[in-house]
């Protein structure tokens, strides 16, 4: 089936100077950026976490398919049962799953099984994939580049959640089936990440890493 093609509208080009100056602006921002294991109960304003998802669905995808499902959790007793479901996988992790070599790596960020900010932090976002879609006559639609369509979006949620002026962390207990069970989500979704969002505590800390040099990450030929 065709599809209707359109003029492009809303492209802005930019003077050289002015587009130099707004990827260096962008970067600089982006790089104050710092995931964050310690937050506020302090609520997000009502609308902001609605637009960082908005921001989030203008992602490309795979035969834009759009494979995404972003849930939203500011429930207290919906947060306590996740983090009760999150921490019974996380000990699992920690005790038999995580080979010395992966636990040597996690040692300097001070991670442990105990993850109080899925109740501290005032919401959690829950992003599934979509494997498969479904007809109105029940039969499966495939769709394509899940992962790498689903893992773009997630990075524009939360470069949003960062120009919203909240803080992020990213985490991802293997499995998360509890997730479709709790949240009341369909077989075909699968569990990507769990956002964790809110306001840094007042004496939040983080760990005293460096990100990479450009030369190190950048090559040109």
């Known amino acids: 089936m065709a599809v209707t093609r359109i003029p492009l509208v809303g492209h802005r080009e930019y003077p050289t100077e002015d587009m130099l100056e707004r990827a260096r602006a962008f970067a600089d921002d982006l790089n104050r950026r710092r995931t964050v294991r310690e937050f506020s109960a302090r609520p997000i304003p009502e609308g902001v976490l609605d637009s960082c998802v908005r921001a989030a669905g203008t992602a490309p995808s795979g035969a834009n398919i759009q494979p995404w499902h972003f849930v939203v959790i500011t429930d207290p007793a ?21 080979t010395p070599e992966w636990l040597a790596a ?82 075909r979704e699968r569990a990507f990440l769990l956002l964790v969002v809110g306001y840094p505590a007042p004496d939040a800390q983080v760990p005293d890493i460096h990100r990479k040099p450009l030369d190190e990450i950048r090559s040109r030929r």
């Open 106 to 187: 996690l040692a300097p960020l001070g991670t442990d099984p105990h993850k109080p900010f899925l109740e501290t932090a005032p919401a959690l976002i829950a992003i599934f994939g979509e494997a498969y879609g479904e007809r109105e006559d029940g039969t499966k639609v495939k769709h394509y580049y899940v992962t790498e369509s689903v893992g773009i979006a997630t990075g524009l949620l939360i470069a949003a959640v960062h120009h919203a002026g909240l803080v992020s962390l990213t985490h991802t207990p293997s499995p998360m089936g509890f997730l479709n069970e709790i949240l009341g989500r369909p077989a």
């Open 78 to 98: 919906i947060r306590k049962q996740i983090r009760d479901a999150a921490e019974v996988e996380e000990r699992e992790f920690y005790e038999t799953r995580a």
